[in-house]
């Protein structure tokens, strides 16, 4: 990849929601929730350009008004409750890609997270140009109970495992090592590693650690009331 690559920025909102309906066009704070990503998307400067990906009319509507590129309507079959996220990210280079622009890389910005910040989606592009990894994902630190040295699966008889596989967990919380799960903002991932190795991830991911205080993730409707105070605060 280039020092000065092209990635595209693509946000995914669906018509259809079940957690809190119609979300993606839903007000939160007075804005569409989605118009919170297209905020930081286009105040980013490491995005070439920033387009759509939706099923529903009125979603593209707004999207136009806040500012996206919205050059196609997604498919039904692309916009079920069970449809994976790898195709829709397909679908869009390849219709990009048909109309002859190639990116290096594809930004994946889910408008369920209003905190995002541009600087971390720079910050994203940036680590994966400099480290040479396949994607970089952001990412916060799991809370040292549900490290996975202190985690137990149940058998069908019963019986705890350590999920590490480990006979006995680490017995000092000093001593356990750091774990991250997806936090879900910003996903950066390479274009021939989506295309060609039909993955988001690819065999080398790297984290983009954020402070869990200045993320949400929106999908019931506890999390949107969570944001709103956020957001009221704000904490964006």
């Given at each position: 990849?280039?020092?000065?690559p092209?990635?595209?920025g693509?946000?995914?909102?669906?018509?259809?929601?079940?957690?809190?309906?119609?979300k993606?066009?839903?007000?939160?704070c007075?804005?569409?929730?989605?118009?919170?990503?297209?905020?930081?998307?286009?105040?980013?400067?490491?995005?070439?350009?920033?387009?759509?990906s939706?099923?529903d009319?009125?979603?593209a509507?707004?999207?136009?008004r806040?500012?996206?590129?919205?050059p196609?309507?997604?498919?039904a079959?692309l916009?079920?409750?069970d449809t994976?996220?790898?195709p829709?990210?397909q679908?869009?280079?390849?219709?990009?890609?048909?109309?002859?622009?190639?990116?290096?890389?594809?930004?994946l910005?889910?408008?369920?997270?209003?905190?995002?910040?541009?600087?971390?989606?720079?910050?994203?592009?940036?680590?994966?140009?400099?480290?040479?990894?396949?994607?970089v994902?952001?990412?916060?630190?799991?809370p040292?109970?549900?490290?996975?040295?202190?985690?137990?699966?149940?058998?069908?008889?019963?019986?705890?495992?350590?999920s590490t596989?480990?006979?006995?967990?680490?017995?000092?919380?000093?001593?356990l090592?750091?774990?991250?799960h997806?936090?879900g903002?910003v996903?950066?991932?390479?274009?021939d590693?989506?295309?060609e190795?039909?993955?988001?991830?690819?065999?080398?991911?790297?984290?983009y650690?954020?402070?869990?205080?200045a993320?949400?993730?929106i999908?019931?409707?506890?999390?949107?009331q969570?944001?709103?105070v956020?957001?009221?605060?704000?904490?964006?």
């Amino acid at each position: 990849m280039s020092d000065n690559p092209k990635v595209l920025g693509l946000i995914p909102a669906r018509g259809a929601s079940k957690g809190v309906p119609r979300k993606n066009i839903k007000l939160l704070c007075g804005k569409p929730l989605l118009e919170y990503t297209v905020e930081s998307a286009l105040a980013s400067r490491s995005l070439s350009r920033v387009i759509l990906s939706t099923d529903d009319e009125e979603v593209a509507k707004v999207g136009l008004r806040c500012g996206l590129e919205v050059p196609f309507l997604r498919p039904a079959e692309l916009a079920a409750d069970d449809t994976p996220m790898l195709p829709v990210v397909q679908h869009a280079v390849r219709w990009m890609e048909q109309l002859g622009e190639r990116f290096d890389a594809i930004c994946l910005l889910q408008p369920t997270n209003p905190l995002r910040r541009a600087k971390d989606i720079d910050g994203c592009i940036e680590l994966l140009m400099k480290s040479h990894a396949d994607a970089v994902v952001t990412v916060l630190p799991v809370p040292a109970e549900y490290n996975p040295h202190w985690v137990y699966f149940e058998d069908n008889g019963g019986g705890l495992r350590l999920s590490t596989g480990d006979v006995s967990p680490i017995a000092r919380r000093q001593d356990l090592p750091l774990a991250f799960h997806r936090e879900g903002s910003v996903y950066v991932t390479r274009r021939d590693v989506v295309m060609e190795g039909n993955s988001l991830y690819g065999e080398r991911l790297i984290g983009y650690r954020l402070d869990s205080a200045a993320s949400v993730n929106i999908d019931t409707t506890e999390d949107w009331q969570r944001a709103a105070v956020m957001l009221s605060g704000n904490q964006r």
